[in-house]
């Protein structure tokens, strides 16, 4: 069992950044491949970024490369997401995940999900 707490949400101005912070319980974190997904208002839950257990190579969906980097420190249970040249449409409530035996862009694909942390951009 995993349970992840999302943290450092809030209101920014659209070309600024703000980190997220995913803190999960469980001796077996390093075990798991992380996701970061996001749901705006009205809208399906999509996927923003992913990094394996090995904190390797990474994946990003189209609309966040080169903005946005996913990173993780298993001595500290820790995945974040930096997220810099924020834009309005980045508006959304952000959510991580975690995986065991998958690594991918697909919700169904995570077996535990935190509570969520809303961002909001304004132009």
């Known amino acids: 069992q995993v349970q992840l707490v999302e943290s450092g949400g809030g209101l920014v101005q659209a070309g600024g950044s703000l980190r997220l912070s995913c803190a999960a319980s469980?001796?077996?974190?390093?075990?798991?491949?992380m996701g970061w997904f996001r749901q705006a208002l009205g809208k399906e839950r999509e996927f923003v970024a992913a990094i394996p257990w090995s904190g390797g190579s990474t994946y990003y969906t189209d609309s966040v490369k080169g903005r946005f980097t996913i990173s993780r420190d298993n001595a500290k249970n820790t995945v974040y997401l930096q997220m810099n040249s924020l834009k309005p449409e980045d508006t959304a409530v952000y959510y991580c995940?975690?995986?065991?035996?998958?690594?991918?862009?697909?919700?169904?694909?995570?077996?535990?999900w935190g509570q969520g942390t809303q961002v909001t951009v304004s132009s």
């Open positions: 469980g001796r077996t974190f390093s075990s798991y491949a």
């Open positions: 995940a975690a995986a065991l035996g998958y690594y991918g862009r697909g919700v169904s694909g995570y077996d535990y």
